[in-house]
């Protein structure tokens, strides 16, 4: 545990933030769940306008209220300071509407297994993914999807 503990130290020490520019300046997430919340957290860190997308307000507004606790505790611990909160909070957002997302650059998908939900959201959309670790549900969902340019092959 102690060896964990200071390898995560040591390794948030040597962080630097990217110098690659990017024509992405707003990103989206579908699913206010753990793992959405994760990644949304992940992109506000790096400077990016975040959507947090779900199925109804109540989730959105779930979703945001802890990002916000997310923040309260690192300002807490005094990992990060008052402004560097402020920064991190203008920058999250969440909506229910998916026509919202026309003029987002990037779109993540976090959404729960439920197959209704990722037949709303693939079809309309390129998907990047580790095949191997697709679910039955999405294999299926991607056997539907007819132009095979929507799928490129990642491997990581």
């Given at each position: 545990?102690?060896?964990?503990?200071?390898?995560?130290?040591?390794?948030?020490?040597?962080?630097?933030?990217?110098?690659?520019?990017?024509?992405?300046?707003?990103?989206?997430?579908?699913?206010?769940?753990?793992?959405?919340?994760?990644?949304?957290?992940?992109?506000?860190?790096?400077?990016?306008?975040?959507?947090?997308?779900?199925?109804?307000?109540?989730?959105?507004?779930?979703?945001?209220?802890?990002?916000?606790?997310?923040?309260?505790?690192?300002?807490?611990?005094?990992?990060?300071?008052?402004?560097?909160?402020?920064?991190?909070?203008?920058?999250m957002s969440s909506t229910y509407d998916y026509g919202?997302?026309?003029?987002?650059?990037?779109?993540?998908?976090?959404?729960?297994?439920?197959?209704?939900?990722?037949?709303?959201?693939?079809?309309?959309?390129?998907?990047?993914?580790?095949?191997?670790?697709f679910s039955q549900q999405i294999r299926r969902i991607?056997?539907?999807?007819?132009?095979?340019?929507?799928?490129?092959?990642?491997?990581?």
């Open positions: 545990m102690r060896y964990a503990f200071f390898a995560e130290k040591q390794s948030a020490a040597a962080y630097k933030p990217s110098t690659i520019s990017s024509n992405i300046s707003s990103i989206s997430v579908i699913g206010a769940g753990t793992m959405g919340i994760g990644i949304a957290i992940a992109f506000i860190d790096a400077g990016f306008n975040v959507t947090l997308v779900d199925t109804t307000e109540e989730q959105c507004s779930l979703g945001l209220k802890k990002i916000r606790e997310h923040y309260e505790k690192m300002h807490e611990k005094g990992r990060i300071s008052i402004a560097e909160k402020q920064q991190a909070l203008s920058l919202k997302l026309a003029d987002i650059d990037l779109v993540v998908e976090a959404a729960f297994e439920k197959m209704s939900v990722k037949k709303m959201i693939f079809p309309r959309s390129m998907l990047f993914a580790n095949r191997p670790q991607l056997i539907s999807m007819i132009s095979p340019v929507r799928l490129p092959d990642l491997s990581w």
